[in-house]
């Protein structure tokens, strides 16, 4: 059974970054591809970031590319996701979850489904 804690969530202002991190617990976290979830209240749970169980193929969503970036550490089961040029649209509950293989970092509805682990949740509110 995998159990993944995030934390490193805050409040920021537009324009600024952020760092949020995921421990990972259990199963074989090197195997598993990881991805980082995002929902506010009224919408639908979006998948910005995924990655590898290597950490060689990152995926972003439209929304957070090329100011979201997605890592790594298989030596500390650690996952993380570095925020840049943040927005007031950025702001939401930020979920790491975990797929055991076979999996895809894409996040899109032909391959979210593996995610069965999640986290409990770590907010990011950025202030325009």
């Known amino acids: 059974q995998v159990q993944l804690v995030e934390s490193g969530g805050g409040s920021v202002q537009a324009g600024g970054s952020l760092r949020i991190s995921c421990a990972a617990s259990g199963g074989t976290y090197s195997s598993n591809c990881m991805g980082w979830f995002r929902q506010t209240p009224g919408k639908e749970r979006e998948g910005v970031a995924g990655i590898s169980p290597s950490g060689l193929y990152p995926y972003y969503s439209d929304s957070v590319k090329g100011r979201f970036t997605i890592s790594r550490d298989n030596n500390k089961n650690l996952l993380y996701l570095q925020m840049h040029s943040l927005k007031a649209e950025d702001t939401a509950m930020y979920y790491c979850?975990?797929?055991?293989?076979?999996?895809?970092?894409?996040?899109?509805?032909?391959?979210?489904?593996?995610?069965?682990?999640w986290g409990q949740g770590t907010q990011v509110t950025v202030s325009s």
């Open positions: 979850a975990a797929a055991e293989p076979p999996c895809s970092p894409r996040l899109t509805s032909e391959y979210i489904w593996a995610y069965k682990y």
